[in-house]
């Protein structure tokens, strides 16, 4: 039988990856006043994927306070024969040492989280460091630990029908990426449709878009999302397929390539739509928010924001481009943390402005017909592999 002892600290993924690699029977949670908040949180989650947790305030810059507490952990933890292994990525810096001093004198193991690297380095005498092969995150679980949940209640195509779509979305994506100003002119009557429905059906014309709307619409009606209404004409209803012709494409493209590309214990989700922490699923108005495209890999989350109309038209200091890098900077921040990865997949490419913001943001930026070498990108820039 093993116990773990944890540090809570505000990023909870250097507290829960070790856990999850090694299955303890019991999780003690050692949390200062400033962790009330994760330290629940952290108990929560534990519990839910049925590990048994126990709880111990302690001061957070009291050496002799803590010293006290870690006592007592191993002293209940030696009646009932437990090995003990001590966590010590959380915490303040006197906490830390603290219990890293009581655990090492009393001969028992210390584990530091690299959470950059997917390593567990064991501490001490004999320092090792252990990679972690397995991807132990699936996206639920990684937003679980930022107090973020999945909200199921959110309308999203299903993975089967994105499936038995995915030739035809290839193919629409290879059009519209390779002829701009026809998505440019196509966005714009896609959002004045949505905007005047119920009143106007979306049509498309075989003569429309420089002569490529017989091909469009024979791909919409291939994927399921037009129905044709004369030879040369198909239409377009229901918000669902509305918001396909309107961007929904590219975010199906992306996420096929990614599934496509089979790589070991990957996991992806399309259309991620959350609710956060202690808030009801059925609460109104604006409280949820999306991700197009979120994949865990290495136990890291990746993020994905796909924009198909013109981010930065305004010029140099472009305001839309802007807009977006900033919403996806702090998006990856609030659900997943220091550890998080984002990345804009844009058809239209940025300005160079809006490249030298991203480049300092941390976002990496695949555009234009960059896209349709999607898969490769992604093996160059977070080395996904099959």
Known sequence: ???HVCLVSEQLIPNVLPVLAER???????????????????????????????????????FAGVLATCTKVIKDCRTTGETITLNVTGGTKIAALAAYQQFYFESHRIIYTDTA??????????????SLTENLFKVKDYLACYGKYLNHTAPAPS??????????????????????????????????????????????SSDCYQGKGGLIGSLLVQAGIAVPVSSREVRIEGDDNLFYLNGGWLEEFVYNTIVD????????RLNVNIRWENQSPTAQGKTTNELDVAFTHRNRLHIISCKTSGLDKGGPDPVKGKE???????????????????????????????????KDLGIEIVAGQDILA??????QIWGLSS
């Open 1 to 3: 039988m093993s116990t």
């Open 261 to 268: 590309m089979d790589v070991a214990g990957l996991n992806c």
């Open 117 to 130: 690297n997917s390593r567990i380095l064991e501490l001490g005498d004999a320092p090792t460091a252990v």
């Open 374 to 379: 999607f898969g490769r990108h992604l093996q």
């Open 159 to 204: 993975s089967e029908r994105v499936r038995q779509r995915r030739q035809a979305t290839s193919r629409l994506c290879q059009i519209l990426v390779q002829n701009p100003s026809i998505l440019r002119e196509l966005n714009w009557h896609v959002s004045e449709a949505r905007r005047q429905r119920p009143q106007t059906p979306f049509t498309l």
């Open 24 to 62: 303890p029977r019991q999780v003690v949670l050692l949390i200062t006043p400033q962790m009330e908040n994760q330290g629940r949180l952290l108990e929560k989650l534990l519990r839910e994927r049925r590990f048994k947790t126990v709880s111990h305030p302690i001061p957070a810059y009291d």
């Open 324 to 358: 977006a890098l900033y919403e996806l900077d702090s998006m990856a921040d609030n659900v997943g943390g220091l550890f998080a990865r984002s990345m804009l997949v844009s058809v239209h490419p940025p300005h160079e402005t809006s490249c030298r913001r991203a």
